[in-house]
């Protein structure tokens, strides 16, 4: 079974809202989380890298005032999208790293901002 | 910085047809690297990976060998399936604990009856 899991699965937003992804690590304790963005037939793009207990590490392009990232705990790590766009649309997928440094994805996040 | 280069898609292939998706890799060091596939509408699974040159990752009919002196892990499978049109993402890793993946653009894969 998945031992990396996402909520909302899927999510419909109003334009100007805000929404809120959690990622969360089942089985194990994670101090790193990693989130990813996909636009439609594109890549997985690194938005930015969530370490427990502290700042997020944004990769460089990504509005850090736009994608809010907390990782309060070990087991869990939330990306919120504020003031949501429609260009905001897209695939979010988290990855969580074990204390044997193996990565596992989550299921992902379908984010549609109307 | 590391990076991974794929061929470009889509790729449309009949029942049963041989598949090649080239990928190589520019990286520091020794990564590990891995082959995901995602299935239309789906999240990201891991379909296999190898974490030191000349492994041979393999798992449902695919297989990829990390081929260090050309920088690469091609993925193919002898007879592919309907079942198996999808976008495949090739990927990399670096050895330190704060190295990310890194994907690859992705190839789009058709297979028809």
């Known amino acids: 079974g998945a031992v990396v899991s996402q909520h909302p699965s899927r999510v419909i937003c109003k334009s100007g809202t805000s929404v809120k992804i959690e990622c969360r690590s089942l089985?194990?304790?994670?101090?790193?989380m990693f989130w990813y963005r996909q636009f439609p037939k594109q890549s997985l793009m690194l938005m930015a890298t969530?370490?427990?207990?502290?700042?997020?590490?944004?990769e460089q392009g990504v509005e850090k005032d736009k994608f809010l990232i907390n990782h309060a705990s070990l087991t869990l790590s939330t990306l919120t999208v504020t003031s949501a766009h429609p260009e905001d649309s897209s695939f979010y997928i988290c990855?969580?790293?074990?204390?044997?440094?193996?990565?596992?994805f989550g299921e992902g996040s379908w984010l549609t901002v109307v | 910085g590391n990076s991974v280069t794929q061929m470009e898609g889509p790729v449309t292939l009949s029942e049963e047809a041989f598949l090649t998706i080239n990928c190589t890799y520019t990286?520091?060091?020794?990564?590990?690297l891995f082959w995901y596939v995602q299935y239309p509408g789906e999240g990201l699974q891991l379909l296999l990976k190898a974490t030191k040159a000349d492994d041979k990752g393999s798992n449902k009919g695919f297989e990829a060998t990390y081929r260090k002196e050309t920088t690469s892990f091609h993925l193919e499978k002898g007879s592919v399936q309907v079942s198996d049109s999808a976008v495949y993402f090739c990927?990399?890793?670096?050895?330190?604990?704060?190295?990310?993946?890194?994907f690859g653009p992705g190839t789009s894969l058709s297979v028809i009856p």
């Open positions: 089985d194990f304790q994670a101090t790193t």
């Open positions: 990927a990399l890793r670096g050895r330190t604990s704060y190295d990310k993946v890194i």
């Open positions: 969530s370490n427990e207990g502290s700042k997020a590490t944004y």
């Open positions: 990855s969580a790293r074990d204390s044997s440094n193996t990565i596992y």
């Open positions: 990286a520091t060091g020794y990564p590990s």
